[in-house]
Nanobody
Framework: VQLQASGGGLVQAGGSLRLSCLGS????????LSWYRQAPGKEREFVAG???????DYADSVKDRFTISRDNAKKTVYLQMNNLKPDDTAVYFC?????????WGQGTLVTVSS
């Protein structure tokens, strides 16, 4: 199982980024995938999740600004982030739970300048 996150970068407050997470080694369309983030000095926190059938849920802090989606043909889950704020600065990780194990991608850094 591998998860490869990409798309992070430096953006000004109010800007947008789209993160991607490419999955391999498992039956992609069957599983829920999630995005988490970890800011410096803070614990990792849930951002958004999407089930295999497309049901989504979000942390309150990102509702109405972030959108999670997936393309099962491309084995990729996306996180569209709009109206970014300095508090969104963090390393973003994608996560899969499979057979009671947690699998994490390597993380991609998002830095939002004020």
């Amino acid at each position: 199982v591998q998860l490869q996150a990409s798309g992070g970068g430096l953006v000004q407050a109010g800007g947008s980024l789209r993160l991607s997470c490419l999955g391999s080694g498992f039956f992609f369309s069957m599983y829920r995938l999630s995005w988490y983030r970890q800011a410096p000095g803070k614990e990792r926190e849930f951002v958004a999740g999407i089930s295999g059938s497309g049901s989504v849920d979000y942390a309150d802090s990102v509702k109405d600004r972030f959108t999670i989606s997936r393309d099962n043909a491309k084995k990729t889950v996306y996180l569209q982030m709009n109206n970014l704020k300095p508090d969104d600065t963090a390393v973003y990780f994608c996560k899969l739970i499979l057979a009671q194990f947690d699998y994490w991608g390597q993380g991609t850094l998002v830095t939002v300048s004020s």
